[in-house]
């Protein structure tokens, strides 16, 4: 019964190229969220959603777009792929915003190879 | 906005013994700080979190200390064990964001 799951765990692909990672929380979570992780082990965020409505929003190229069909669900689409987006990409979720002091549950990562 | 920094980068500990990781935050309406536990290959858990009502929170052999004076707080494991190994974050609670320190990889040492 995985509370956040990603699809893929693994992605290799070549630059240039287009790619989604998927995201689906079973928790009932109203907000959800993208983090990069680095090589570094830096933990970064890159977008939250609340109800389906984009509330953070950090400096992120525009190659990325996240999308949220419904609470349940929070995609991240990234255009022309660079070598620099090279990373483990993490999906959250938390009952509502974390600002409000809420617990984040994390998913188990997508792990991206720019080649 | 927040800044969180965390120390050491690296850790490694005798089994039985302690590890206490350190992390500073700099804003100081920050009131909620959790921190993460990351095993390897898998996403950062929810170990302990505390609020700024309180300075010190225990569960089990992990417990949690908050100096708002001073803008630190610390997590304390005691009694380490081979299943502690991981990469620990803290974090500090920014306006509408969490904002993750750098991690702490931690090594129990058999």
């Known amino acids: 019964d995985t509370a956040v799951s990603q699809t893929p765990k693994y992605l290799v692909t070549q630059m240039g190229n287009d790619k989604s990672i998927k995201c689906e929380q079973n928790l009932g979570h109203d907000t959800m969220y993208w983090y990069k992780q680095d090589s570094k082990k830096f933990l970064k965020i890159m977008f939250s959603y609340n109800n389906k409505e984009l509330i953070i929003n950090e400096t992120v190229p525009n190659r990325f777009s996240p999308k949220s069909p419904d609470k349940a669900h929070l995609n991240l689409h990234i255009n022309s792929l660079e070598l620099g987006d090279s990373a483990v990409y993490f999906c959250a979720s938390s009952r509502r915003p974390a600002g409000g002091g809420e617990t984040q549950y994390f998913g188990p990562g997508t792990r991206l190879l720019v080649l | 906005g927040e800044n969180v920094e965390q120390h050491p980068s690296t850790l490694s500990v005798q089994e039985g013994d302690s590890a206490v990781i350190k992390c500073t935050y700099s804003d100081s309406a920050s009131n909620y700080f959790p921190w993460y536990k990351q095993e390897l290959g898998k996403g950062p858990q929810l170990i302990i979190d505390i609020r700024s009502n309180v300075g010190e929170k225990k569960d089990q052999r992990i417990a949690v200390t908050l100096n708002k004076t001073a803008k630190h707080f610390s997590l304390h494991i005691t009694e380490t064990q081979p299943e502690d190994s991981a990469v620990y974050f803290c974090?500090?609670?920014?306006?509408?964001?969490?904002?993750f320190g750098k991690g702490t990889r931690l090594h129990i040492l058999p």
């Open positions: 974090a500090a609670k920014s306006d509408d964001k969490i904002i």
